[in-house]
């Protein structure tokens, strides 16, 4: 083994990164699966004629950006209205959402970001607000991955920094599974938060995709559970052919993801290459829940897979959170999780 492999073990919970505003700034890119997703990449279902649809939809969203041709006598003619200034995705986890938005990012000119909510509020948290709306300014478009609700403060302060940039040229797209005039919609009831949302989804066309979550075509729905001497094994072995193996208790991350802000994860699990999970069991407080949903959206997009033992990945929400309205991001979270522990991982640019 050579010595720029790792010798020993790994442990999440040793690790305490830190981000600035201008490492969160470099990595507003599409994440690396989507390097070069394409309208014409994307393969849609026939059984869905939705996810033609919206290709054409934003095929029609990204013309703005095309020279115009003259028509008409000499050259006259009347232009097309401009669409909308803004496009939300919305539909069910796996039809392809992340594709297309990437796809979109790649066919706009730049000055463009790509990022999650969670990417986009932590920027206002390292910059500041004055100083996110400044790097952001003159942006050609923002896309947004998964409009995040958790937090009524981030999601008005995410509105008004949208129809700022909005106000000055820039267009702007998202992906959520909720229309955005039902953001928000039974989990706040502050007047304030819902005109605000109210407001934001003026600026927008919305987009239905529909279809089957294609992370679950070819599988039988269960994340892989190993018990704790598999476990060990095949990391042991990893561990020889010079992998970047962590392992830790379920409980252990848990506790240590109520630590590492949800910005930070990316770094959390820079360089890892193999994440181990032992002892993994349900969970019945959301608020652990949906941190942990957050850290796997980071596993997911950096294509680490996980070895885990005890209860299976995809058994972790209890009842009660399956029923209540987090239900969609916890059902997105089991799709990812079992294609991190089954290998079932998409090739680069498979329709997200």
């Known amino acids: 083994m050579s010595s720029d492999q790792p010798e020993t073990t790994l442990h999440l919970v040793d690790r305490a990164p830190t981000i600035t505003g201008a490492e969160i700034a470099a990595e507003l890119v599409p994440p690396p699966q989507f390097a070069h997703a394409s309208f014409a990449g994307y393969r849609p279902d026939h059984d869905y004629p939705s996810q033609a649809a919206a290709v054409e939809a934003l095929t029609q969203f990204a013309s703005v950006w095309q020279p115009s041709r003259p028509t008409g006598l000499f050259g006259w003619g009347r232009r097309k209205a401009e669409p909308l200034p803004g496009v939300y995705l919305d539909g069910g986890f796996g039809v392809g959402k992340t594709h297309l938005l990437a796809a979109l990012w790649h066919a706009a000119p730049g000055p ?56 000055t040229g820039t267009r702007i797209a998202a992906t959520s599974n909720t229309p955005p005039n039902s953001l928000g919609e039974g989990r706040f009831a502050a007047a304030d938060f819902l005109r605000e949302i109210q407001a934001l989804s003026g600026h927008f066309e919305t987009i239905r995709i529909d279809g089957l979550d294609y992370r679950r075509r070819d599988t039988e729905g269960n994340a892989l559970a190993l018990d704790d001497a598999a476990l060990e094994a095949t990391a042991t072995a990893l561990l020889r052919r010079g992998t970047a193996v962590t392992v830790d208790t379920f409980d252990g991350v848990i506790a240590h993801l109520a630590t ?23 969970l019945h407080d959301q608020t652990e829940a949906l ?22 990945l995809s058994e972790i929400f209890d009842a009660e959170m399956l029923q209540g309205g987090y239900r969609k991001k916890y059902l997105r979270a089991v799709s990812r999780m079992i294609a991190l522990t089954t290998g079932e991982l998409p090739p680069h640019d498979d329709a997200e």
Do not use: W
Not at 261 to 278: A, D, E, F, N
């Open 291 to 312: 941190r942990l949903v957050a850290f796997i959206d980071r596993v997911y997009d950096a294509e680490i897979p996980i070895l885990a033992s005890g209860t299976a």
């Open 112 to 167: 463009k970001f790509y990022g999650t909510f969670i990417e986009y509020t932590a920027l206002v948290g390292a910059l500041g607000y004055a100083g996110a709306v400044k790097l952001l300014t003159g942006a050609t478009l923002i896309c947004i991955d998964e409009f995040e609700l958790d937090d009524p403060g981030d999601t008005m302060m995410m509105t008004r920094m949208l129809g700022q940039l909005v106000n």
């Open 260 to 282: 590492v802000h949800p910005s930070r994860y990316i770094k959390l699990i820079s360089g890892v290459q193999v994440i181990g999970l032992t002892g993994v069991h349900e």
